[in-house]
């Protein structure tokens, strides 16, 4: 063996060893890119849910006003048309005064659902503010609030029932 080939044969024994400890040093190099990049898009993703959260409550805000202007006034004036058609004797009328209570009673539904929606989103602009937020969604959410009903559903309450 010449004495070119014994040094590469040498060097390229230790060649993997040092070969690994590079590539090993670009991948942690590369794990900080990542991490950076993901906290990135987390903060992205924060801000835009509260842009979206901003924008949801002024929407919701403006309906909810509509909504209790369109109750008071179905409101009212079912209550006046029942009352005029029930002294002149107009079925057709009250009738038609009953439709506007009705109405007005959907009316106020919406106007309660939107507070309670409105409410949740305040939750979630003030824990994006804390840097509390986390996206769970509404599904789940809704899955959270049933599991915490079934079990309380199905705690003993000291009488065995199994007898």
Not at 36 to 55: G, P, T
Not at 125 to 137: F, L, N, P, S, W
Request: aromatic share 8%; proline share 1%.
């Amino acid at each position: 063996m010449s004495d070119e080939e014994s040094h590469c044969t040498e060097d390229c024994f230790f060649e993997p060893a040092r070969h690994t400890q590079q590539k090993k040093f670009s991948e942690d190099f590369k794990m900080g890119d990542v991490t950076e990049q993901i906290q990135k898009i987390f903060d992205e993703n924060k801000v835009s849910d509260l842009q979206k959260f901003v924008r949801q409550r002024a929407r919701i805000n403006v309906a909810n006003t509509l909504l209790m202007y369109g109750f008071h006034v179905c409101q009212s004036s079912g209550i006046l048309l029942t009352t005029v058609a029930t002294g002149y004797k107009y079925q057709e009328l009250i009738w038609v005064g009953v439709g506007l209570n009705v109405l007005s009673s959907i009316l106020l539904a919406f106007e309660k659902i939107n507070t309670s929606v409105s409410t949740n989103l305040m939750k979630n602009i003030v824990a994006i503010k804390d840097g509390t937020y986390v996206d769970e969604g509404t599904i789940v959410s809704e899955i959270g609030k049933n599991d915490k009903k079934s079990t309380n559903e199905t705690t003993p309450t000291g009488s065995d029932t199994n007898v």
